[in-house]
């Protein structure tokens, strides 16, 4: 019993590592579609730990990681996305999944990874900018209060030339 339980587990597991990506077409529709978040009456707040940033040009990793759900919290209102979010390189997009892979929900949140620093350049005084990457960062990001959401993924933007694709980060499991 304890080790079919054990396999179970490690099946579950495996299922998430193998995020796919999403392409651009693809997250266009999910947008376009009606979801059962519309209608939800409130909210919870998820607070996930999120796998260092790669820095750009880097390529994705052959398998997303499954992250670990720091806290989650019941909000009494509801959660409203964006009238009209933009994908950027310095954001998150986090989808939540019924158990049989039906799209629930979904957000575009800033990526809390990434800070832009500026600074005094040389003894001129003109400010330079660059990107910082930090580690150990937690995504704070409400979610509508579905029973049926199982799973949550999160995916950086990439630009494609034309578009942006949905490159998996990672993934949390709301069942346990």
């Known amino acids: 019993m ?3 339980s054990f396999f179970a587990l490690l099946m579950s597991l495996t299922v998430l590592a193998q995020v796919p990506g999403i392409a651009a077409a693809e997250f266009a529709a999910i947008r376009a579609r009606q979801l059962p978040a519309d209608t939800a009456p409130g909210s919870e707040e998820l607070i996930i730990r999120l796998p260092d940033a790669l820095p750009a040009g880097a390529p ?18 509801a959660a409203v996305r964006e009238r009209d979010p933009q994908l950027a390189s310095d954001r998150l997009v986090v989808i939540a999944y019924t158990a049989d892979g039906a799209v629930a929900d979904w957000r575009v949140a800033p990526d809390p990874r990434i ?14 900018g660059r990107v910082l990457l930090q580690t150990g960062v937690d995504l704070h990001v409400p979610i509508a209060a579905l029973p049926s959401i199982a799973l949550v993924r999160i995916y950086q933007p990439r630009w494609n030339g034309a578009a942006f694709d949905l490159e998996p980060v990672g993934s949390v499991d709301l069942r346990r």
Do not use: K
């Open 60 to 77: 994705a990793p052959v398998a997303a990681p499954v992250l670990p759900l720091v806290a989650r919290a019941a909000q009494t209102a």
């Open 2 to 4: 304890v080790a079919q």
């Open 115 to 128: 800070v832009r620093s500026e600074q005094p350049n040389d003894a001129t005084g003109l400010l330079s």
